[in-house]
């Protein structure tokens, strides 16, 4: 929020695909609508960004084969660049976050996870530290070598744990605290060929979501962080009824609802919008609601600051849409949509 009270929603798209880069939209407090104020065109692709909110500085991956990651000072509807660019030592950066002074990326095309020093100002240094994963999945298509896509630490602020689609597997990581580099303490294996995509934490910080993109289901795992140590639990299916023609159900980003009653996920192919109740305990999610996300392709999912609204980023449809949400059963209901070609992602001061 800037120091006018305002809102403001930053939102990642495709380059290459004909987005603007980085939209800057304010946020209607009332409605939840979004308005687009002005965009920046560079970096190329920036399809995942995260604002840190104690420094103010917004941070973009580059999703190209020479991978980048870009800074910027955010003030309301100002993006300032800080310093040019920053090598990550990768191909192809899917997603990006900040754990203390270092700067976290997955880079899908090379399989590997790079860490990178932060300037006192929240610019980025360099060069990367970067950690390779390796393996292989069952699908030649998608898993012919490792593909890193997403790396979080978790919120105990101890580990980073990074999923990897091309070997079906989730890797718990130290980030050494000397130099900043990545090692790998422990990898969990699962189901072949589910092509694990994003995670999400409880908020309690015991269960850890992971949603899988080659198959519509989300793996239920239990977290220990003293230790470091994940556990799967349990698979649950959160849509399987493909698209239009049988098209096939992508699922893309989980989302924890603040209070711990809901996880979310966005379906592509489906293009639906998933809700799980965990009513029933935080290890047992059960599918109840099932909407059209409002558009296609929808990549990204995430709830505003208040939590009474979702918004989703569909990629090939250009839009972003946002849904309320009732407060009582958890049911999205659509609010309204804005223009955005090649929506990837979506971030809110």
Known sequence: MDQ?????AYIGSFTSGGGRGITV????????????????????DP????????????YAVSETESGEVAAFRAEGPHLTPLGRPVAVGGSRPTHLSVAGRRLLTANYGSGSVSSLPLEADGGIAG????????????????????????????????????????TDSVRVCALDARDGSLHVRGEVGLRPGSGPRHLAFHPDGAVVYVLHELEPQVTVCRWEAESGRLEPLSEVPVDGDGGPGGARACPSVPAVSADGRFLRAAVRGADALATLSLEDGAEKPRPVWSAECGGSWPRDLVADPSGRRLYVANEWSGDVTWFDV?????????????????AACVVFS
Request: glycine share 14%.
């Open 127 to 166: 060069p990367a530290s970067v950690l390779v994963h390796r393996g292989s999945g069952p699908d030649p298509d998608r898993q012919e070598g490792p593909h890193a896509h997403q790396v979080l630490p978790d919120p105990s602020g101890r580990w980073v744990l990074t999923t990897d689609l091309g």
């Open 326 to 342: 009732d407060p009582l059963d958890g049911r999205p209901r659509r609010g309204g949509s804005v223009e955005v070609p090649a």
């Open 25 to 44: 939209a304010a946020v209607d407090p009332a409605s939840g609508a979004l308005t687009p104020v002005g965009a920046v065109d560079a970096p190329a």
């Open 4 to 8: 006018s009270g305002g809102s403001w």
């Open 47 to 58: 399809s995942w960004l995260a604002l840190d909110r104690g420094t103010g500085v917004l």
